[in-house]
């Protein structure tokens, strides 16, 4: 089985889909495109689970959740998304304590079209994988992560990449937001 991600430097595919904002009654869904965040000059990080109603998923999407300000902070957008639809993802939220008060929208992709016209549609189960995309304000990649469906991702790592793309320096392996990079090294020499 192989997979042909979109990559680094592609520009994010356009996109209208349903999703979940809230789980008040009368106000649960918005369209949302691929101009959600950059009409407002915001970088977008979308990650994506493969199934609603699952184990390793809402550890993701809370610890996603917690650190929502941490994205804000950085003018950036969360958008998280599966292949569920808009019902699933609200009946979820409604059901698990840990996702009613989420911060983000849920994107229901029901037909599988962006996942995979992003290259994550599992050609087995047909979910998608555990994918990360940070895309700038213009609409570009600039990173991609890929998990297989049974392994949780690090938040805090998301975090830490995003810090360093908006540097638009060179950061060394292990760099944290407020550490010199090596740009600023080479400058002084």
């Known amino acids: 089985m192989s997979y042909r991600v979109l990559s680094i430097g592609s520009q994010f595919p356009a996109f209208k889909k349903k999703a979940v904002v809230s789980i008040e009654k009368g106000k649960e869904f918005m369209e949302i495109t691929n101009d959600y965040a950059a009409a407002k000059?915001?970088?977008?990080?979308?990650?994506?689970?493969?199934?609603?109603?699952?184990?390793v998923c809402p550890t993701e999407i809370a610890?996603?959740?917690?650190?929502?300000?941490?994205?804000?902070?950085?003018?950036?957008?969360?958008?998280?998304?599966?292949?569920?639809?808009e019902f699933v993802h609200a009946a979820w939220r409604r059901d698990h304590s840990d996702l009613r008060d989420l911060k983000f929208p849920m994107l229901a992709d029901t037909s599988k079209?962006?996942?995979?016209?992003?290259?994550?549609?599992?050609?087995?189960?047909?979910?998608?994988?555990?994918?990360?995309?940070?895309?700038?304000?213009?609409?570009?990649?600039?990173?991609?992560?890929?998990?297989?469906?049974?392994?949780?991702?690090?938040?805090?790592?998301?975090v830490r990449v995003l810090d360093a793309l908006q540097t638009d320096e060179l950061c060394p392996c292990n760099w944290q937001?407020?550490?010199?990079t090596l740009t600023e090294q080479l400058n002084m020499n």
């Open 41 to 55: 000059g915001k970088w977008t990080v979308m990650f994506w689970w493969p199934k609603d109603f699952t184990f």
């Open 113 to 158: 079209s962006l996942a995979e016209e992003l290259g994550i549609l599992d050609q087995e189960e047909k979910v998608a994988l555990r994918a990360t995309f940070i895309i700038d304000p213009q609409g570009i990649v600039r990173w991609v992560s890929v998990y297989d469906l049974n392994v949780g991702r690090n938040v805090q790592e998301v």
């Open 177 to 180: 937001k407020g550490q010199e």
């Open 63 to 85: 610890e996603f959740n917690k650190k929502h300000s941490d994205f804000t902070d950085r003018d950036a957008v969360l958008i998280g998304a599966s292949t569920d639809s």
